[in-house]
């Protein structure tokens, strides 16, 4: 998969939300999205 670079378009894709619900990009067209990472935030390490 080639890197994206600024402004281009997203591909769609889902994740689980804080809490459990599914969220797909395109669920939110038309919006400005921020996704945000917290690297090992569900483990103990």
């Known amino acids: 998969m ?3 670079k600024p402004g ?3 591909p769609d894709f ?3 939300a804080h809490d459990g ?3 797909r ?3 939110c067209a ?3 999205v921020l996704l945000w990472f ?3 935030a ?3 390490g």
């Open 2 to 4: 080639p890197m994206l």
């Open 8 to 10: 281009d378009k997203a």
């Open 14 to 16: 889902q994740v689980t």
């Open 21 to 23: 619900s599914t969220v």
């Open 25 to 27: 990009l395109s669920d």
């Open 30 to 32: 038309g919006k400005r």
């Open 38 to 40: 917290y690297p090992k």
């Open 42 to 44: 569900d483990t103990p």
